[in-house]
């Protein structure tokens, strides 16, 4: 018979930073070399009580205090307070929900992707550089001060990092596995209250290489309709909305499997969207599609005429 066993960490001593993230500590949990299963985590005052539902064995109980002892403290969910709209662990089996949306312009009836500004994964381990348009995104600045990455390792690990801004010269990343972006969000501001240039992720250190995400201008997030479901997670679609504010069209959700592998096919995901024009139609599923990670989830408008408009989607998901 198995038997429950809860292993307590001092928060203030154990973590790194004296705090903890239970989503995030979840998943990190959950993406490590331990074989039994993890089956809550829950703290109080100093304690953090990490409950599997069986006695770990001598390895598996060093790589947990390396977890911990790696574990930053960041809060999860999807990794910002827009993207993921709660933190924590609500119950024993749900790691984290949230929501992705975004915008797009469009002029012609092709489809297109729902992301504000263009994106190229790189899908290998990096240290990456960050850096402005304009001189007042800067740490003293009236802009952009600070700026989190929401991204995930080539092992679709998730993470973030706070990148201190400084203008027009770019700011290298500590991290060195940046691999995939989930989201990039302006973190705190200066008195114009959002990034005044276009913020900008370079796929090599001193904005070397190629822009491959970014902020456009006042928007203080990327707005990509797009979520990556990290290894070890299953993610549950709860609704999807599509529309436009001039043109009619459909909107369609996307999954690309495992995205290191560039041989699987774009698979749609439930039933295409139709709105009406200067509209948008939301759905919301009575059966949760279930999407197994590693995998990448995003939407696409179609626009039935060339007319000038602009696209917005979005959906909310639940991920164990």
């Known amino acids: 018979m198995p038997t429950p066993t809860t292993y307590n960490y001092t928060i203030s001593t154990a973590f790194p930073n004296g705090k903890v993230a239970t989503d995030r500590l979840t998943v990190e949990i959950r993406a490590s070399s331990i074989s039994t299963a993890l089956d809550s985590i829950s703290t109080a005052a100093n304690n953090c009580a990490i409950l599997f539902k069986d006695v770990l064995s001598g390895g598996d109980q060093t790589t947990l205090n390396s977890v911990v002892a790696a574990h930053q403290g960041a809060a999860l969910g999807g990794a910002d307070p827009v993207q993921a709209y709660s933190v924590g662990v609500p119950s ?55 700026v989190t990455i929401n991204y995930l390792t080539a092992a679709f690990v998730l993470k973030s990092e706070t990148v201190t801004m400084n203008g027009v010269t770019a700011v290298n990343t500590v991290a060195t596995d940046i691999a995939y972006i989930e989201s990039i969000m302006v973190a705190s501001v200066g008195s114009v209250g959002g990034n005044v240039g276009t913020i900008q992720v370079w796929t090599a250190t001193a904005a070397g290489g190629s822009v491959w995400g970014s902020i456009a201008a006042s928007d203080n997030q990327t707005f990509w309709a797009h979520h990556y479901v990290p290894s070890g997670l299953t993610c549950c679609i709860v609704s999807f909305s599509a529309g436009a504010t001039v043109v009619a069209g459909q909107g ?42 590693p995998d990448l989830i995003w939407l696409v408008e179609r626009p039935v005429a060339a007319t000038a408009s602009t696209a917005v989607g979005g959906f909310e998901y639940v991920q164990f």
């Open 252 to 293: 369609n959700m996307n999954r690309s499997g495992d995205p290191s592998n560039a041989n699987l096919p774009q698979l749609q995901i439930g039933q295409t969207i139709v709105h009406v024009a200067a509209g948008q139609w939301d759905h919301q599923f009575q059966v949760w599609p279930q999407i197994v990670g």
């Open 92 to 146: 024993t089996t749900v790691s984290s929900y949230g929501r992705a949306q975004g915008y797009v312009g469009t002029s012609a009836t092709s489809g297109k992707v729902i992301r504000a500004t263009n994106y190229a994964p790189q899908g290998a381990n990096a240290q990456r550089s960050v850096n402005s348009t304009s001189a007042n995104d800067a740490s003293a600045g009236t802009g952009a001060r600070t």
